[in-house]
């Protein structure tokens, strides 16, 4: 699937990119009180750029340049723009 195709809302989505642009992680809280680690990178592939979003352990695995996959990930909506995650059943690796 390309970048260009996703749509807010899709879940089981594959994809594959470039990240263009890793952002600090920083500490959040979820809605159920736990504390996380999330950071923002931009992946990018011919058609088109998305916001990554990278949990946890997702995000030492990544740096700018790297080639990665993104496997049963969902698409969400955030302050108005699109995003893609790995979430809590996907998978992101480097290819």
Not at 2 to 11: C, F, M, N, R, V
Not at 76 to 89: I, P, V
């Amino acid at each position: 699937m390309k970048i260009s195709e996703l749509k807010a809302g899709t879940g089981n989505v594959n994809v594959e990119g470039e990240i263009a642009k890793l952002e600090e992680a920083r500490d959040v809280v979820s809605k159920f009180g736990k504390k996380l680690r999330v950071a923002n990178a931009t992946l990018k592939d011919d058609s088109g750029e998305i916001t990554l979003s990278l949990w946890g352990d997702d995000i030492e695995k990544v740096q700018e340049g790297a080639h990665v996959r993104v496997e049963n990930g969902w698409v969400s909506e955030f302050k108005g723009a699109m995003q893609l995650s790995a979430g809590k059943y996907g998978k992101l690796t480097i290819v």
